[in-house]
């Protein structure tokens, strides 16, 4: 996203706060609009409208997978349809509004995005015939939405698709080389959340407006955080009153937002460690100044995004939940991770590491403590690392930190009742913590070589002329 | 008591303060391009900055102080130096070369000794072919002390009547050029437009140079650390194409035309002026020749034959009446050396072209006979 595009999203964030009545209708129709605006061109360009389209489409079907009949009645979802509808087909009408510089115009024919619209309402009405679902639908829907997801990240497994698909049209296959879905990361983790929820019975059902508009937030749909369906409800029914305290608060986490990612993170990019730096530095301090550049610039510019996204958020009636909190001050890695893309790890603990650890504690066959952490913190860090994409550097790097995990876990149990006198001094307290803080930063440092570099083989010759032995 | 912050407030005081710092910026006009950590923080550049194709890691940066500021010349000259500056456009510059492959640095590697001195070459080519372009950067070659000027200059450069970017981020001096020595650059009335009203000389109409300041001086750090000014992912080698075509044309011109009074002789009488007391050497850069025997009718598809050749008896000519020191080495590197078909040498033809020189190179340091 541009600053000016923040800007202009800013603007409209500030105007719908203000209405007092429709707000929910009108976040939804500019929400819907928003993806749309800021989905990027992809090859074939027709994606360019289906894949946001696909989004909302997805996100109808999540809904009526996890409402009730009470919720799902015509009179109170009819305004929400057909808001989603107008905005869907005035997208589509691009082609003959020629506004390139708001989407693209190069949209399919109407005809085509009528009979999209048919099947969806097909499938809807299938579904919404179901008054209590088959937990089976929700385990169909939560591997579905898991299979779009690794898909989606490994563009490969795609092109033979888009070869059939173009085959059968009767045409070229050309130009299909990565997929980039805007906000798919977040919107599926989100749709997870509240399928897993309602198979749970531990979620209320909302009507079609206050899910879609929690799925796509327009300040959260590109970069999160991921919310939690009731807390964003809550939130979006309440009145939007702030006071002069919240503008300052709102003024100050955007522009702070706005200097952290164009300013600090932008200029840090130009000398971040990459793979073309890589090849060319062959001096170990010089290694270690843009390794930390990268670890700096990627906080800087992740939770500048944080900071704008809970900016906007707060003109718009809803307190986003914080994603960063000083993760590089932190002096252990368990800590780090507590403060580190916060609403992504807690989605983990929430969905992964807690049921498993709990199955694994439950086990009939008894499970040593040590191996139930080790088995859990590896894979949850792996999983977390594949959310990112899924390449051999993503692996690794979810195992850096799934092994560095289990490590601190395991020596800090055995420190426990073996600490020395002086390290309950205050002088101690402060060299341990201060010594924590540089040894989780350069652990981290070192662990984002995975992120950065495109194989494990340049990121051991870095890792050798950072430590010397080049 | 606690006092109430109140937001409105803080956002006129916020406004005021915006306007009166652009307001400030624009009539104290710091001169913050002459601010640079290059030969302070990092080593300063081989050559002046200019951004390669999309690569991320370069920056163009065309006000001529600011340039200079990131260049080694800048820094301190050493009592035994010889020192030689470099003009010229890209093949000068060395597009398609690394930062230590281009003709400054071959040279320096040779490590030529004269009378107790080494003679360091300084590339201070740029690339856009146009010799008032050099005029002003030879203008500002002179501050930093040289012994020698080798000025490179071909047909492109010396009929260039074009506004490139460099002439309008310096149009000041570029007027300034024109107007003191009479180089009929017949489009210097639109280069004073250029002028920049107040809004302009705000922070805010400011911001893309001051960004581009910020961004070279951030590239120094890459600069320090890798010794590369460019993303070898953007150094081409190689350019495949030779088509040259039977076009007769230059630049919309018949064979039938004369180009005398098209080149800016006066702008080369300008420099050896401006350089006096330092020596200046023309040296007539080596063009690419496809086919010399069979191609009647272009040198390559930069040049007709025509065209070219009419040039080169109008600067000999007016070399040896201006008693400039002149070297015409046209045709002195094989076609096989060039790394494109018409202006850029390889690393070996860079070569190949230092040797050429030298000679004469020597005879004025060491004030030797070639």
Known sequence: MSVSQLFIIAAIALLVGQLKMGRSLVLLGVSVFVIYWLQPTQEPITLTFWLPTATVAVTILAWLLTSTPEVRTWKQNLPAAAVLLSVIVLMDLNRYFHLESVFTTATPRLQWVGAFVVILLVLAFLIARFREFPPVLFVIAVIGLILLFILIKVPSALSPLFETVSAFRGKEAGGFTSLSWLGFSYVSFRLLHTILDRNAGRLTPVPLAEYVNYVIFFPSFTAGPIDRLERFTRDLNAPVALGREDWIDVGRRFFLGLFKKFVIADALAWIALNDVFAEQVSSSAWMWVLLYSFSLRIYFDFSGYTDIAIGLGRLLGVRLPENFASPYLKPNLTQFWNSWHMTLTQWFRSYFFNPLTRAMRSSRQPVPSYLTILVAQISTMVLIGLWHGVTVGFVLWGLWHGAGLFIQNRWSDYMKDRMPAWANTPTGQMVLQYSGIFLTFNFVSLGWLFFTLSTPAKVWSVMAVLFGVA | ?370
């Not at chain 2, 001086?217 to 088509?243: E, R, V």
């Open chain 2, 1 to 370: 008591m606690k006092s109430e912050i109140n937001p409105v407030r803080i956002l006129v005081k916020a406004l005021c303060l915006f306007v009166i710092i652009n307001i400030l910026y624009a009539l104290i006009d710091p001169q913050v391009s002459q601010v640079s950590g290059y030969n302070l923080v990092f080593p300063g550049r081989t050559r002046l900055p200019f951004g390669v194709g999309g690569d991320p890691y370069t920056v163009t940066v065309d006000e001529v102080d600011a340039m200079f500021a990131s260049h080694a010349i800048s820094a301190r000259k050493s009592a035994k130096e010889y020192r030689v500056a470099l003009l010229g456009d890209s093949s000068v510059w060395g597009e398609d070369m690394g930062a230590y492959e281009m003709i400054s640095e071959q040279w320096n590697a040779l490590n030529i000794q004269c009378e107790g001195k080494t003679i360091r070459t300084y590339n201070l080519g740029y690339p856009h072919p146009s010799v008032l372009k050099d005029l002003i950067i030879l203008d500002k070659v002179v501050e930093y002390d040289p012994d020698l000027i080798i000025w490179f200059v071909t047909l492109n450069t010396l009929i260039s009547q074009r506004i490139n970017p460099f002439l309008t981020a310096n149009h000041a001096r570029a007027v300034e050029m024109v107007e003191t020595y009479d180089i009929p650059f017949t489009r210097s009335r639109i280069l004073r437009g250029y002028e920049p009203n107040f809004y302009e000389k705000t922070l805010m109409g400011e911001r893309s140079n001051l960004a581009r300041q910020i961004k070279l001086q951030m590239l120094g750090i890459i600069w320090t650390a890798t010794g590369a000014d460019n993303n070898p992912l953007y150094i081409h080698s190689d350019f495949p194409s030779y088509a040259i075509g039977d076009d007769p044309r230059y630049r919309g011109m018949q064979p039938s035309e004369d180009i005398e009074n098209m080149l800016l002789f006066s702008a080369l009488t300008a420099g050896y002026d401006i350089a006096d007391p330092t020596p200046v050497l023309i040296v007539n850069e080596p063009v690419f020749i496809v086919n010399a025997e069979s191609d009647a009718v272009r040198y390559n598809a930069v040049y007709p034959r025509w065209a070219y050749d009419q040039y080169r008896e109008y600067i000999a000519t007016q070399a040896q009446s201006a008693g400039w020191n002149y070297l015409d080495l046209w045709n002195a590197v094989p076609s096989k050396y060039f790394s494109d078909a018409g202006l850029h040498l390889s690393i070996e033809g860079e070569r190949l072209l230092i040797q050429q020189i030298n000679p004469v190179l020597q005879s004025i340091a060491c004030d030797t006979t070639p």
